[in-house]
T-cell receptor, first 115, second 114 residues
Framework: EAQVTQNPRYLITVTGKKLTVTCSQN?????MSWYRQDPGLGLRQIYY???????DKGDVPEGYKVSRKEKRNFPLILESPSPNQTSLYFC??????????????FGAGSRLTVL | AQSVSQHNHHVILSEAASLELGCNYS??????LFWYVQYPGQHLQLLLK??????LVKGIKGFEAEFIKSKFSFNLRKPSVQWSDTAEYFC????????????FGSGTRLSIRP
């Protein structure tokens, strides 16, 4: 089944303890992106990747890192999590960005709580 | 900078009522427009999209949306809602020239009374 898989789905951690949220897609998609969803703010883009080894900042990149060493994986790294990073995180992918069209397939989401 | 506004934060309707959810965007150039839906406990999924052509687009489950360029709007409609339409609805925009950045609205929560 074609899908975007995120892990963990739920995580409670403490301030400063490094964590990684993994994202993997099995559709050979070139484009991948991370979003955070907060009440009243909708989805905000954190980082995106147009292809392997090509990443760029979205609107809210502070406190996050990403890497794209393989086409299928796009992990989100929180080096020193803080309470304001408590949120619901979504990974998404699309085949490629052509003529401005970018239709996303989303993962199930990862709910992160930082105490 | 691009932005997307969804003015209705929470809409409550009875079954069989008609639905219209507003979406306005700010960007002067050519855009692609989307509505995504998030049913309770499920992934976000595409409801419908507009790239070009007929400004009235039809999506899944009887939804449609109309792109009105002069009003910078892309409102979502359904003539008769069902209880199963209870979900959160997100409007999204990307500029034709910068499709890597997709801007989402804040979402509208739709509750349908059986």
């Amino acid at each position: 089944e074609a899908q975007v898989t995120q892990n963990p789905r739920y995580l409670i951690t403490v301030t400063g303890k490094k964590l990684t949220v993994t994202c993997s897609q099995n559709m050979n998609h070139e484009y991948m992106s991370w979003y955070r969803q907060d009440p009243g703010l909708g989805l905000r883009q954190i980082y995106y990747s147009m292809n392997v080894e090509v990443t760029d900042k979205g609107d809210v990149p502070e406190g996050y890192k990403v890497s794209r060493k393989e086409k299928r994986n796009f992990p989100l790294i929180l080096e020193s999590p803080s309470p304001n990073q408590t949120s619901l995180y979504f990974c998404a992918s699309s085949l490629r960005v052509i003529s401005g069209a970018n239709v996303l397939t989303f993962g199930a989401g990862s709910r992160l709580t930082v105490l | 900078a691009q932005s997307v506004s969804q003015h209705n934060h929470h809409v409550i309707l009875s079954e069989a009522a008609s639905l219209e959810l507003g979406c306005n965007y700010s960007y002067g150039g050519t855009v692609n427009l989307f509505w995504y839906v998030q049913y309770p406990g499920q992934h976000l999924q595409l409801l419908l999209k507009y790239f070009s052509g007929d400004p009235l687009v039809k999506g899944i489950k009887g939804f449609e949306a109309e792109f009105i360029k002069s009003k910078f709007s892309f409102n979502l409609r359904k003539p008769s809602v069902q209880w199963s339409d209870t979900a959160e609805y997100f409007c999204a925009v990307n500029a034709y020239s910068s499709a890597s950045k997709i801007i989402f609205g804040s979402g509208t929560r739709l509750s349908i009374r059986p």
